[in-house]
DNA sequence: CATAGATGTAATATGAAAAGTTACAGGAGG
DNA sequence: CCTCCTGTAACTTTTCATATTACATCTATG
């Protein structure tokens, strides 16, 4: 299975919101014109980033905004805000090894921290990108 | 979303081929026992298996065994002849980014090759733990 | 050579999770 | 108070992993 597609709506999300800065009042309708998908599925996201404190909401008015500098926003960052099976690992394990058998009733001590350090090398490449990295590439293309 | 069962299914496939090689004929229904699935479900990993060329199948009389040294093969061999989506990349990306938009039109170029980084990151730390590696602390826990 | 015990493989069902949709209450500025 | 937007619940649709059933095929062995 894959990670969901929510990791790369938020990171399109944010790219949206740091590239309109100040020309567009950027929404959940705005938003989800630009990613092609349904405004509601934007506002969920965008509640997720909130409570994260990456992003301010504004209410009634509208529109989203960054809170932190760019620089200081992370991959992982978005990634941890809106992925909440964050928590349980990337691996799904089988879940009914046979506790009577010395393979089946020792292989979760044998492979967990072993897994764990595959998501851990994961997530450290996740924090050396940083938003600031995206938006630039962004700009870049649209000269 | 998660990496799918098939990858801990198949580590925990072939720890039980090497730990119990010459006591017991290792076949689908053994392993079924011990993993708690499907025989079917391990038929079918037994293909991927033998296609990425780990380990010997034999028809008729039955019973799996590992073809290479236990040193030499690595989680990545097993997660990469299992997983099949490991071609389409373990991130999802959603499908429809508007092309009339800077962002949307934009957004794979940006973020493409940095994914694969990530990607990459995690099947490096996937190729440093072998079977050996994992053989050895079931051996241990079962002392 | 017949058979018993395995694998190879297709077809289908089941279940869970992601993604999309509809609907509406509530806040805020004009 | 009216309009635009967010917050949020409920429900549907889609997709995919996992499980199950069924059967053809292979091979060692009695």
Redesign the interface.
């Known amino acids: ?5 929510k ?3 938020a ?2 999300m944010m ?2 919101m740091a ?2 800065t100040e020309m567009e009042k950027v929404t959940s309708d705005f938003l989800a ?5 349904n405004p509601v599925i934007i506002r969920n996201l965008m509640l997720s980033l909130k409570n994260a404190g990456l992003i301010e909401v504004k209410r009634g008015t509208g529109g989203a905004t960054i809170k932190k500098p760019l620089e200081e926003i992370t ?1 992982f960052d978005i990634y941890a805000a809106v992925e909440n ?1 964050k928590e ?11 506790p009577a ?4 009733s ?2 979760h ?3 967990d921290g ?2 764990a ?6 997530e ?3 924090r050396s ?1 940083t938003l600031w ?2 938006i630039r ?2 700009r870049e ?2 000269l």
């Open positions: 299975m894959q990670i969901s597609s990791f790369t709506i990171v399109h790219t949206c590239y309109f014109g630009s990613v092609g998908t991959l099976e349980k690992g990337i691996f799904r394990f089988h879940e009914n090894p046979n058998c010395p393979v089946g020792t292989i001590k044998t492979l072993r897994l350090q595959i998501q851990d090398a994961m450290a490449q996740m990108v990295d995206v590439d962004t293309f649209n």
